[in-house]
């Protein structure tokens, strides 16, 4: 029979407890403490004493083993306030045998470090939050339920393709989670940690009803709002293409395909076509590929992103999504000039739909149209799959990115992200620590930027 953990008050009570316990023993008379193997054993008790601090504090913070993660620093820093303040007491306070010493702190640290380590590594194993449902092949509504895009003769997004949410959980740490109170709608989401994501670093989530059923969308709305409250996450996250947004501050752009690229090719306006033709004149060269590219396309990308004061998403994700997107289509264009890597386009496709993810071009070689001429192959592309609808990503209404996207008769696709609770602090808006970024050299520049970008979806 498993054994159920103790509640979170039980752990707050106990650490508490814990703490006075402490912090009165540090200050008793050394004499206390002089007698038999505990003379030679004091620093190795400051470890020990500090590791259950340390413990115990996590488990108060919460049952969730991805948000122990994100308090982790905190717990540590709170048993450093701990030691130091207790070495500073025991120096400055007339207690009999009680002096600070430097090797007494930096065990205490050592000790709390392997309490936090311990508790990651061994309590880390199953979300106990009671969310995630596990459903069989012998449930119906696994079979019954359709990907939901509230758009006509779109039947699925890239989001909908079932090894997605693992890549992304399995690229930056966190869990998979698989929500579906009822048999009517499901909705596949990443925990974070802080907050439940549908889905991270992608325009789309991934909910699936039972025959279109688009009553199904306003009960999964409904039901999120209250997730935050009912449950304690930090925040709630679903992002949708949604026809019936007016007011947005993101948008796809999305463009019909044609059946071949002549037919494709003939819908584009003259400037448009002069414009593509023109790359190639230029001597601008695609090619297209997977994993022996990927080198070339991060290089570029990573560089691109850090002119924009973005960082970029870390090479093994794109490692990830190119072994793990089965089934379906993940690959790379590139393209050159005299053989130099100046753009480049990571893309993925799942039952028709196609989208261009993340794109990137050199700002110096931009006068030579490279982003018409990869646009151009990879709709060509896209055509020669069978599929019907590209995207091109998404972008600031009005913006010059929209504008650009507009030549190539696209449509409109307003993108709502319903946030619960709607977020204070954006670190999009933190502005200084793009200046800090862009200071750092390119290789340690780049570390910083990824981890900045894992939080920034």
């Known amino acids: ?251 796809a752009s999305w463009l019909r395909l044609e059946p071949t690229m002549e037919l494709q090719f003939s819908s584009f306006s003259g400037n448009l076509g002069r414009k593509i033709r023109k790359a190639s004149r230029n001597g601008l060269v695609t090619v297209q590929g997977g994993k022996e590219l990927l080198n070339d396309f991060y290089s570029v990308y990573a560089r691109h992103m850090r002119t924009l004061g973005s960082g970029a998403l870390p090479k093994r994700f794109f490692e990830n999504m190119l072994a793990g997107y089965t089934d379906a289509y993940a690959g790379i264009f590139l393209v050159r000039l005299n053989g130099k890597v100046i753009g480049g386009a990571f893309n993925l496709s799942y039952r028709g739909f196609y989208e261009n993810g993340w794109f990137a071009t050199l700002k110096p070689y931009q006068r030579l149209y490279p982003s018409y001429l990869l646009h151009s192959e990879m709709i060509a592309h896209a055509i020669s799959l069978g599929c019907h609808t590209y995207s091109f990503g998404r972008s600031t209404p009005g913006g010059g990115v929209h504008q650009f996207k507009q030549q190539w008769n696209t449509y409109d696709v307003p993108l709502t992200w319903l946030v619960f609770p709607v977020p204070t602090v954006h670190l999009r808006h933190q502005t200084w620590i793009r200046k800090i970024w862009k200071l750092l050299p390119y290789p340690l520049g780049n570390k910083f930027g990824n981890y900045i970008a894992k939080w920034i979806y």
């Not at 009999?96 to 065990?107: C, K, T």
């Not at 688009?214 to 709002?225: C, G, H, P, Q």
């Open 1 to 251: 029979m498993q054994l159920k953990e103790p509640s979170r008050r039980i752990y707050m009570f106990a650490t508490a407890v814990y703490l006075l316990i402490l912090s009165l023993l540090f200050l008793l008379p050394r004499e206390a403490f002089s007698q038999g193997i505990f003379t030679y054993l004091v620093s190795y008790l400051h470890a020990l004493a500090y590791l259950v601090l340390a413990w115990l504090a996590l488990a108060a913070l919460g049952r969730c083993p991805l948000r122990w993660r994100s308090v982790a620093p905190w717990v540590f820093v709170i048993a450093l306030a701990h030691a130091y303040w207790m070495e500073f007491l025991q120096g400055a306070l007339p207690v009999p045998g009680r002096q600070s010493s430097w090797i007494d702190l930096a065990a205490s640290l050592l000790g709390a470090a392997g309490g936090i380590w311990l508790r990651l590594r061994f309590a880390y194993r199953s979300c106990n939050c009671g969310l995630t449902v596990h459903k069989t092949d012998s449930d119906a509504s696994v079979h019954t339920m359709q990907p939901h895009t509230s758009h006509e003769g779109i039947p699925s997004l890239i989001t909908h393709h079932p090894a997605l949410p693992a890549i992304i959980a399995r690229t930056f740490g966190w869990k998979t989670m698989e929500l579906s109170p009822d048999a009517q709608w499901r909705l596949s989401l990443v925990c974070t940690g802080k907050s439940l994501v549908s889905l991270p670093h992608f325009s789309y989530g991934a909910l699936f009803t039972t025959n279109n059923n688009d009553e199904a969308v306003e009960k999964a709305e409904s039901w999120l709002a209250r997730m935050h409250f009912d449950k304690g996450f930090a925040g709630i996250e679903w992002r949708k293409p949604d026809p019936g947004t007016l007011n947005h501050h993101k948008l």
